[in-house]
């Protein structure tokens, strides 16, 4: 009986170490249960948020397509401006404006980033008019007609949308935004070759060197025609077409009130149902193979 009694001790004695294994073993598990969701935590995805997209014209295609305008020029007229004329201004009104530079005297044209803005929103706004919204590109020049141009452009209405940056919409807006910049950044070259800005300098700058007019304030209509059609021609050898520029003269042509800063583009007194008729000449001209 004693042997049995002790038998039973025994017994319940490794029952217990037993338990105390299992309780052992479980604490540990639970450890490295723990251990393991923290470490897994720390790998999980961050909450996803809405990404602006980007557009890829921007400052730099802008320097580049004024090289590519720049090197398109007949030496002679070439000659008469910087190897590097393209110049970036922080000024969020829209310009482009011929210029010198205050270090050499260099020939330049200075590109502000509003009219970056300017290109890019008004390519996008004409590209999704075409693929995507009719109607959208009318409202939009309604809204740009409000721009007064002392703080940045607003972007196109709902340009947030997902629809709105397909594949073919953005090549078009960069077809667009090339035409648009080619064009203008021409036009303020030939300002300079054809002798309009050494002529109107003294009513553009004051004695600080400071900007006080716009030079198509003070051309005459056969001035500006001229450089509308060297322009014109530069560009076309550029950028290969004028159907950018046509439609940002359109733009103002449909605003009962432009904004001051329209007319660093375009003279107050224009048609431009005339600038078009002649721009399609050049344009005919150009692909036939002949010459300004």
């Not at 009318?138 to 209405?157: F, V």
Request: aromatic share 12%; proline share 3%.
């Amino acid at each position: 009986m004693e042997f049995s009694s002790n038998s039973a001790k025994l017994v319940l004695y490794f029952q217990f170490l037993n338990l105390l294994e299992i309780q052992k073993v479980m604490r540990n598990l639970s450890r490295c249960i723990l251990i393991i969701l923290c470490c897994g935590a720390l790998f999980l995805p961050a909450p996803s948020r809405q990404v602006e997209p980007v557009y890829r014209t921007g400052l730099k295609t802008m320097r580049t397509l004024g090289m590519d305008v720049h090197s398109m020029l007949d030496r002679k007229y070439r000659n008469d401006l910087s190897k590097r004329p393209i110049f970036v201004h922080t000024d969020v009104t829209p310009f482009v404006r011929a210029d010198s530079d205050s270090q050499n005297g260099d020939n330049i044209v200075w590109v502000s980033i509003g009219f970056v803005d300017l290109a890019n929103h008004l390519g996008h706004a004409q590209a999704i008019n075409k693929i995507a919204k009719k109607g959208y590109l009318e409202d939009y020049i309604s809204q740009l007609a409000r721009e007064t141009g002392q703080s940045a452009l607003k972007a196109p209405p709902g340009i947030l949308n997902s629809k709105f940056w397909s594949d073919n919409i953005m090549d078009e807006q960069y077809s667009t935004f090339n035409q648009i910049v080619g064009f203008a950044v021409a036009v303020e070259m030939a300002h300079h070759y054809l002798g309009h800005y050494k002529k109107y300098k003294g009513k553009l700058k004051n004695a600080d060197d400071q900007w006080v007019g716009k030079i198509n304030k003070y051309l005459s209509t056969k001035e500006w025609q001229k450089a509308m059609e060297y322009g014109a021609w530069n560009s076309l050898d550029a950028v290969g077409g004028i159907d950018g520029i046509l439609m940002l003269y359109q733009s103002f042509d449909k605003m009962k009130n432009r904004p001051d800063w329209s007319y660093y583009f375009l003279p107050e007194k224009t048609s431009y149902k005339k600038i078009r008729k002649e721009l399609k000449k050049i344009e005919k001209r150009f692909y036939a193979g002949g010459s300004l």
